[in-house]
């Protein structure tokens, strides 16, 4: 009889061993970290690690008929940003047609001016400009277990960033009560922000029609539920100081990928404590669903500093002087905006975003993200 087993016994043997094989390989940390990646992968958001671009702004100004006597436009000069050491946003040219009347500072910001004489009947004035940028992704690897608490907030922000101002009205009584619900005594900064982002998610909802220029107060968004991007950073905003955390409005532009175009946007930065000192500053999109996430497809032209005052002014770079009795009732002069896209290259380098699941699973979010348009 043969030493070696039969045909019919070495199947079960060779089953077994590699069996054997399958499962020491399972247990190699490499081999786990690449099932592990495999599995997850449809449930992870990658952004592109940076993203270098150049749009066109068109602010056109129209007689639409009548007579303007004369008017004024400005505008920030794109600013260089960096946080705790991210360089986020770079600016590599820009230009303008036609010139500026003026540039100079204005409450600590480089300002553009136009100012013009005047126009009637058909005519109009288009003011260009033309950014040309190199934008970085920023994901803040961040959680309550290395959040301070809001005792641990920098004054200057708690000086600047927690009353009222403008449309982020935190005093009213409905904006105190829903944050504390939101919140229910909640001290550590990284959970309040998580908390009131889960809310907003899952409650306040994207109109389906585009609203005016004019943002929605926070007291107005939480009447109705309803609020595009910047109406939405406003009520964060408030709900987030009505909680002892600073928060204030950026506000720029985003490039929509699906419709390839830009179209205004806002925002939210805040800060967040560390327990091993010093902080971060983070930004917060509810509607793209960009929690402590910079993605590259946006530049930021204006950051609020906390002065009702000079949000208002960006808001409202428009100042015309015109012939009442030229126009029709309910007629005026008009002001648009337009952006094209001339060149936009997102980097082969993708930032994979983790933690996006567990995030959206336990704030019973949708995952979709939502179109955005400011106005």
């Not at 970290?33 to 602010?59: G, M, N, Y």
């Not at 899952?202 to 004019?214: F, M, N, Q, V």
């Not at 009702?308 to 309910?330: I, M, T, W």
């Amino acid at each position: 009889m043969s030493g070696f087993p039969s045909r019919k016994a070495a199947g079960p043997l060779i089953a077994i061993v590699a069996i054997v094989l399958v499962l020491v390989l399972l247990l190699t940390p490499m081999v786990q970290s690449a099932l592990f990646d495999l599995i997850t992968s449809p449930f992870h958001k990658k952004v592109p690690a940076s993203v270098s671009f150049e749009v066109e702004r068109d602010v056109i100004v129209s007689a639409n008929g009548g007579t303007i006597i004369n008017f004024t436009l400005d505008a920030p000069v794109m600013p260089e940003l960096n946080e705790s050491g991210n360089h986020m946003q770079s600016v590599l040219n820009i230009s303008y047609s036609p010139e500026p009347s003026s540039l100079g500072p204005r409450y600590g910001i480089d300002w553009t001016v136009w100012h013009h004489g005047g126009l009637s009947g058909d005519e109009s004035l288009t003011v260009r400009m033309v950014y040309q940028m190199h934008v970085e992704a920023v994901v803040w690897d961040l959680d309550s277990s290395l959040s301070a608490n809001v005792t641990d907030l920098p004054q200057d922000l708690t000086d600047r960033y927690l009353m009222d101002e403008w449309k982020i009205i935190v005093s009213d009584p409905l904006v105190q009560s829903t944050a504390s619900n939101i919140v229910k005594g909640e001290t550590n900064v990284y959970s309040i922000l998580s908390a009131i982002n889960g809310w907003m998610v899952a409650h306040i909802k994207y109109p389906s029609e585009s609203g005016l220029a004019d943002p929605s107060s926070s007291v107005q968004t939480l009447h109705s539920m309803l609020g595009d991007c910047d109406d939405q950073a406003i009520l964060f905003c408030a709900l987030a100081r009505a909680s002892g955390v600073p928060a204030w409005l950026q506000l720029g532009a985003l490039y929509d990928t699906n419709a390839h175009e830009w179209v205004g946007h806002g925002w939210v930065q805040t800060y967040v404590p560390l327990k091993a000192g010093g902080g971060e500053k983070v930004t917060i999109d509810t509607v793209n669903r960009d929690f402590m996430i910079w993605k590259p497809n946006r530049f930021a032209e204006f950051t609020d500093d906390g002065n009702g005052e000079h949000l208002y002014d960006y808001y409202y770079s428009f100042n015309c002087a015109y012939e009442p009795k030229s126009y029709s009732a309910g007629e005026g002069p008009e002001y648009t905006e337009e952006y094209r896209s001339l060149h936009y290259s997102e980097s082969t380098d993708k930032i994979r975003v983790d933690g996006f699941i567990q995030f959206c699973i336990k704030n019973q979010v949708d995952m979709e993200l939502a179109l955005v348009k400011r106005f």
